[in-house]
């Protein structure tokens, strides 16, 4: 079963009559009028909204942003965590643990000490164009914040192949040698087990 489905049941199953008129009402620049009166339910809504592509489960923030409206912190925080989780979906196809621990380090370095030449590092992990600005899209103005998204994207993105090494390679590529020596450096303190 898909876990982002089951995820918007639980949400449908926990709105009230009031708030689902109320995203109802949200959404009316984005549904027709029609098919919006038909809809009976949060589940009825929300599958409006995965057949019209506005959400889906690697693209959250229009939903977030609903639930914003209506108040509903506590479904925000849970699709946060679902984001954050969002590696649960296929464990066979995700680095080990060790790896992931690594890759963690890496893009706390990266995230601290690349600034606005983020979208050039990502052209070299080769994502899209179209990502970056998806992602620029849902963040704008907070640089910090674009280039973590964009990090988990590309790790999503490779799956198992995603490598610490990668990382590594591509900051060097960018001429990002300072910021590759940190993230060697910090690699390097976490496998002899100092902090």
Do not use: Y
């Not at 009559?17 to 809809?39: H, N, P, Q, T």
């Not at 970056?132 to 790790?155: C, G, K």
């Amino acid at each position: 079963m898909d876990p982002f489905l089951t995820l918007l049941h639980s949400f449908s199953s926990s709105l009230s009559d009031s708030e689902l008129s109320s995203l109802k009402f949200l959404c009316r620049g984005k549904i027709g009028k029609r098919k919006l009166e038909s809809v009976q339910s949060g589940g009825e809504l929300f599958s409006i909204l995965l057949e019209q592509q506005l959400i889906a489960s690697d693209q959250v923030s229009f939903l977030e942003g609903l639930l914003e409206s209506v108040k509903r912190e506590d479904l925000v925080s849970q699709l946060k965590q679902f984001v954050e989780e969002g590696e649960v979906n296929a464990p066979d196809d995700q680095p080990d643990v060790h790896e992931k621990r690594l890759q963690k380090a890496a893009i706390e370095v990266i995230c601290e000490n690349v600034g606005r030449d983020w979208k050039m590092l990502m052209r070299k992990l080769g994502m899209s164009e179209v990502k970056m600005d998806r992602i620029m899209a849902a963040n704008p103005f907070n640089l910090h914040e674009q280039l973590v998204q964009s990090l988990r994207e590309w790790q999503k993105w490779k799956g198992k192949d995603a490598k610490v090494t990668d990382l590594i390679k591509a900051l060097r590529g960018c001429n990002m040698n300072l910021v590759a020596d940190r993230v060697e450096q910090k690699l390097l303190q976490l496998n002899t087990g100092t902090r």
